[in-house]
């Protein structure tokens, strides 16, 4: 597939980004391992090293703090070595904490660490009752929600999390396996609404057309006509699981298109290595929950 990479003369001429605080829950990988296949990466044959993943995790733990973005741990518990993608452990936005409930049994044990660190943290905790696994299948953009299912989470909690949060929810299906996750296809890269060279700045986002079905592309394309189409090889790197404060965007240093398409459109990529923790299916984003709002 053609990249969308912006002319010189684009780049050029792109907006000054503004990067915006966040605060995000992290998890150290003490106990990472795949012992199970939940999804196409695991492979329990292929080994696994710890000691790099905790290596790679704490660099993109330090890169957050170099940045001036707060870091809140939860503790890891031996038996749920899944419990670093904490983009899955929930979805908060204004202090409202939505907590995730699990597909699989084998991560089914996540959810009550979580809920219960949401509670602790004073958030306003809401438990589920519809399947969801969080920040996966969540994104916020601007002040629309958009919602994944087609392979984790249901139709059903995107109609719930619409009454949690009072807010539109746009519903897109995932058709490749390779991307079971809204986050693995999508990035979020203005997550608020602001002012750029004295003209609106849009929330807008990046992601990978052949991961959607027919429907859900042209959903797309009709929100997010400026929006960055990556290739599938960057796709396949994980290069859309990537974290954004608006100005700088963390990315997998294997996605070097769509580093390109970021620079030409004036965000400045941030390259960190989470190949470990590629081997469980996860990437940056999986490894950040953006805590919203209230909370102690």
């Not at 704490?58 to 741990?73: A, P």
């Not at 396949?236 to 390109?260: C, M, Q, T, Y």
């Not at 459109?265 to 490894?287: A, F, M, Q």
């Amino acid at each position: 597939m053609t990249q969308n990479t912006a002319p010189a003369a684009e780049a050029a001429n792109a907006p000054t980004r503004t990067a915006h605080h966040r605060r995000y829950l992290m998890c150290r990988p003490e106990h990472f391992t795949v012992s199970y296949t939940i999804n196409p990466w695991m492979e329990p044959a292929n080994p696994t090293d710890t000691a790099v993943a905790m290596r790679q995790w704490q660099d993109l733990h330090d890169t957050y703090r170099s940045l001036g973005h707060e870091i809140e741990l939860i503790d890891p518990i031996e038996g749920l070595p899944d419990m670093v993608y904490t983009a899955n452990g929930g979805f908060l936005i204004d202090g409202i904490a939505y907590g995730p409930k699990f597909r699989f049994a084998e991560r089914a044990g996540e959810a009550a660490p979580f809920i219960d660190w949401f509670r602790a943290a004073g958030f306003d905790t809401r438990e589920p009752v519809e399947v969801n696994e969080g920040e996966g299948d969540f994104l916020l953009v601007g002040e629309v929600i958009l919602a994944g299912t087609g392979f984790r989470s249901t139709g059903d909690s995107h109609r719930e999390i619409g009454e949690v949060f009072g807010r539109e929810v746009v519903s897109l299906t995932l058709s490749d396996p390779r991307f079971y996750h809204l986050d693995t296809a999508l990035a979020v890269l203005d997550p608020v609404e602001g002012i750029a060279n004295g003209g609106p700045e849009r929330a807008n986002i990046a992601y990978l057309p052949s991961a959607f079905d027919e429907r859900s592309q042209a959903v797309l394309a009709e929100r997010y006509p400026d929006a960055i189409h990556v290739s599938d090889e960057d796709g396949a790197v994980f290069g859309l699981n990537s974290a954004s404060d608006g100005r700088n965007v963390i990315i997998s240093p294997r996605a070097k298109g769509f580093e390109k398409q970021l620079r030409d459109r004036g965000y400045n990529p941030i390259l960190v290595d989470l190949s470990e923790l590629l081997l469980g299916g996860g990437g940056i984003k999986c490894c950040t929950l953006e805590l919203r709002g209230a909370g102690s």
